[in-house]
Each structure stands twice: as C-alpha cells, then as structure tokens.
Nanobody
Framework: VQLQASGGGLVQPGGSLRLSCVASGSIFSINGMGWYRQAPGKQRELVAGINSGGSTNYADSVKGRFTISRDNAKKTVYLQMNSMKPEDTAVYYC????????????????WGQGTQVTVSS
C-alpha cells in the first residue's frame, strides 16, 4: 500500500491550496484518513481527520479555514486550505488506516511522503 500526496507549494498569506492524497495497492477498505503537519523544530500534529462515514475533526488552529474531504471510490483524501497564514507553513503528511487482506483482515496505518507548504509574501 502506498499513499501519494500532492498539491503543496508556495502561497501568499490569505491564499489557498488544495492537497490531495491517493492510496493505492492491495486495499480491502480504508477507515480513517487524515492530514498531519510538521513545522521545523516542532512535533508532528494532527490538522484534520475524516472517518469512513464522513465525520470530521479539526485542530483548533485551522477550524473555519481548512476543509477535509474524501472520495472513497478514488481512495483519495483532500485538504482544502483557505485564508492561509504564515504559521501554516510546514510539511504536510497524509495518513490512512487501511484494511488489508493477507490471509486475514488487518488494519494498518500508512503515511504519505509529505508535501511542503510555505505561506509567505
């Protein structure tokens, strides 16, 4: 199973970006999916999560500005980021709890490779 993230880049304060992360491989189903970020010198933190039913949760710092969504048919999770701030600058990682079938069903956590987001004028 692989997660491939894309969509990062440089954006001015107040601007928008949309991140995508697609899962591929021998996937039985996908439960929770999410986006995390890690700024230089800081710990990785949860930005937003979405479960298989579509329920979402957000870090307080991004509520009202970021929106997480998923397309189960495409095995893809998105993060729409609006009204971006310099403090949103970080490497963003996608995460998915994937159920795989290897003799029996198991849920394993996978991470994408990270995509750099820089908010600067």
């Amino acid at each position: 199973v692989q997660l491939q993230a894309s969509g990062g880049g440089l954006v001015q304060p107040g601007g928008s970006l949309r991140l995508s992360c697609v899962a591929s491989g021998s996937i039985f189903s996908i439960n929770g999916m999410g986006w995390y970020r890690q700024a230089p010198g800081k710990q990785r933190e949860l930005v937003a999560g979405i479960n298989s039913g579509g329920s979402t949760n957000y870090a307080d710092s991004v509520k009202g500005r970021f929106t997480i969504s998923r397309d189960n048919a495409k095995k893809t999770v998105y993060l729409q980021m609006n009204s971006m701030k310099p403090e949103d600058t970080a490497v963003y990682y996608c995460n998915a709890n994937v159920v795989v079938h290897s003799g029996l069903l198991r849920e394993l956590a996978y991470w994408g490779q990270g995509t750099q987001v820089t908010v600067s004028s």
